[in-house]
């Protein structure tokens, strides 16, 4: 019998029997779809915290206060060590840096009117807008004359000016922050979340105003910082840039020990998050192909069940001349045609599940082109191997057993 013959036959014993091809197709359907989904949501995830690092602005530096070791144990008080002095340092005296922004967040009320949101107040420089690099919306950003005098001026966020002001135009109304009266001078452009703080949804006043009118001074050494952004000069000049400040800041803090300050690099960043995330995409890809391995074990019990039941069938084509290879193709065939065609549909429910993800998340998920090769080709390879056991046997009956046992 030729192999077209066989192919004709397979399908027409399946199709006879859609019910159980169905369900024995399932965990093949099942094990592609969560496999070809993890792969592309894991690698949305990826390109979406590489954009959300990428947007902190290009070459940046993050200078904390505190050491890692410190900031990991929980219900430790982080040390101000930082301040706005050493920011003022650091632009002064490291030659390999362009743009400096100090900044400190709290949260407070703001109110315009009888609206009010309690949301996030920063205090920063006028070097911000660079550094990390935003847009104005429209109207201004701080100047050095506001942080000078501790001007009551504020620039919100698009998403904060939207949700206080409505229809109102924002640029020159009085609005409140605990209790303080400050002039909107500009909205920054949208832009989103960054570092756990959504710049979208924020107000920015300058750094001497949130220390003068709303937190007060919390540190003896000047006006405390959350963290410090530093631009260096290119890509090239990062590690330079890296090593000048951390040699100025141990001057200035008289250290001799341990950092009371750690630095990271976005580069830095956007390894660890690539190494999470991957770490993630495989750990799950890996549980998601166990399903393919079960899926594959149903193939097998129900081509040993088919092999019971079409025990006649079996006697009555090796009685007429069939082969051990011709029966032995004829089984391989039909459970290989189950694999395939429970790949093809995974195939489709999984991109379907990718489509849905990226409808209803931030995430821009794709579907793996790699992803569906691989485990169209294992689905494939699983039903070949799992349908050889079922197959050799049936290739083994004695015609004479097989038609008296019917």
Avoid: C, W
């Amino acid at each position: 019998m030729d192999l077209s013959e066989s192919l004709k036959m397979a399908t027409k014993t399946l199709t006879a029997n859609k019910l159980r091809s169905g369900l024995t197709m399932l965990g093949i359907i099942i094990g592609n779809a969560s496999v070809i989904a993890m792969v592309g949501i894991g690698e949305g995830a990826q390109t979406f915290v590489n954009e959300q690092l990428q947007s902190l602005g290009p070459n940046v530096l993050f200078i904390a206060p505190g050491n890692p070791e410190t900031r990991e144990l929980s219900g430790l008080e982080i040390a101000k060590t930082l301040v706005v002095a050493d920011a003022e340092a650091i632009a002064a005296q490291v030659p390999s840096v362009v743009g400096v922004a100090p900044e400190y967040s709290t949260r407070s009320l703001v109110t315009y009117r009888s609206r009010n949101a309690n949301t996030s107040v920063i205090g920063s420089t006028p070097s911000f807008l660079t550094v990390r690099s935003f847009e104005m919306g429209r109207g201004r950003f701080l100047s050095d004359l506001d942080v000078r005098r501790s001007a009551q001026v504020v620039v919100l966020g698009a998403t904060l000016a939207e949700r206080l002001f409505r229809e109102d135009e924002p640029l020159g109304q009085q609005m409140r922050i605990k209790g303080v009266s400050f002039e909107v001078v500009g909205v920054l452009e949208t832009k989103g979340s960054s570092l756990g703080l959504d710049y979208d949804d924020a107000v920015i006043v300058p750094i001497t105003t949130l220390s003068s009118r709303i937190v007060g001074r919390t540190s003896p050494y000047g006006i405390e910082v959350s963290f410090i952004s530093v631009s260096a000069r290119d890509r090239e000049s990062m590690n330079r840039a890296e090593f000048q400040v951390r040699n100025l800041l141990r001057l200035r803090h008289n250290i001799t020990d341990e950092d009371d300050f750690f630095i990271q690099s976005q580069d830095t960043l956007l390894s660890i998050a690539g190494t999470i995330t991957g770490a993630l995409t495989v750990m799950l890809t890996a549980i998601a192909g166990i399903s393919l391995l079960v899926g594959g074990i149903g193939i097998m019990n129900i081509m040993l069940v088919s092999v019971r039941e079409r025990t006649q069938e079996i006697g009555l084509r090796k009685a007429i001349g069939a082969s051990q290879q011709d029966i032995l193709v004829q089984f391989m065939i039909e459970a290989v045609i189950l694999s395939i065609a429970g790949g093809v549909i995974g195939t489709v429910v999984g991109a379907a599940g990718i489509l849905a993800v990226g409808a209803i998340s931030p995430f821009n998920p794709s579907i793996s082109v790699a992803a569906v090769a691989v485990a169209v080709s294992v689905s494939g390879g699983i039903g070949l191997f799992f349908g050889v056991v079922p197959a050799r046997q049936a290739a083994k009956l004695d015609p004479i057993v097989a038609l008296r046992s019917a």
